[in-house]
């Protein structure tokens, strides 16, 4: 599978802009649905060496196409965030989990920091939970979202006090199984490098990286 193909794909159906991924260099496009960002915001996305960037409106994308520095523009940013790829016939499966309905992660969910918490994106999946038990609690846990394009967005979770033993490992590689069983595309993102660690043991190639601005007023 031809993984930077794949991703590009994806990021241009969330920008609403079919064919406008480049093969190289930077585009800038005005894309006022854009998903690649909050509303309003510009939203870039790099994969494989290449540069797809969104703006709201012509006066965004004009100030971004005639600015080197785009930091320098920022009132406020998100990111950037890595981004990882499966090709399926690189998968490295670490054993298995217990699935459970994503209710029963309550418990996990509410031990660990907020930043954590939002982090992983536990909340917001929509597969099982794929889970590890110490002393009769969960203290790992794994699923992923749909995305558009037949995309699962892994998300991940391990207790503070369990990490460093492979449980995130093992919690994903079921989910990620599981996303395999339905001919999904698997995408790891992450900033923390112990996650992305996870990620590349379980054969995700790390091939680009987004990131979002919000435009100082002009």
Avoid: N
């Amino acid at each position: 599978m031809d993984v930077v193909a794949r991703a590009r794909q994806l990021w241009e159906v969330l920008a609403d802009r079919p064919g406008s991924f480049p093969g190289s260099g930077t585009a800038i496009v005005v894309a006022p649905t854009s998903k690649l960002c909050p509303p309003g915001w510009c939203g870039t996305v790099t994969i494989g060496g290449a540069t797809l960037v969104t703006c709201p409106d012509e006066a965004s994308a004009q100030a971004m196409r005639t600015t080197g520095e785009w930091d320098d523009l920022a009132a406020r940013t998100l990111g950037p965030a890595h981004l990882a790829y499966l090709d399926p016939a690189r998968f490295r499966p670490a054993g298995s989990a217990d699935a459970v309905a994503k209710d029963e992660l309550r418990g996990l969910l509410g031990v660990v920091d907020q930043a954590d918490v939002d982090e992983c994106g536990l909340e917001e999946i929509d597969s099982l939970a794929y889970t590890l038990e110490a002393k009769g609690e969960i203290v790992a846990a794994a699923g992923y979202k749909r995305w558009p394009d037949d995309i699962a967005h892994l998300c991940v979770l391990t207790h503070p006090e369990h990490r460093g033993r492979g449980f995130a490992r093992r919690v994903a590689s079921a989910a990620v199984e599981a996303a395999l069983s339905e001919g999904l595309f698997g995408q790891w993102r992450a900033r923390p490098v112990a996650s992305r660690k996870v990620a590349a043991a379980l054969g995700f190639q790390d091939i680009g990286t987004q990131f979002s601005l919000r435009l100082k007023e002009r």
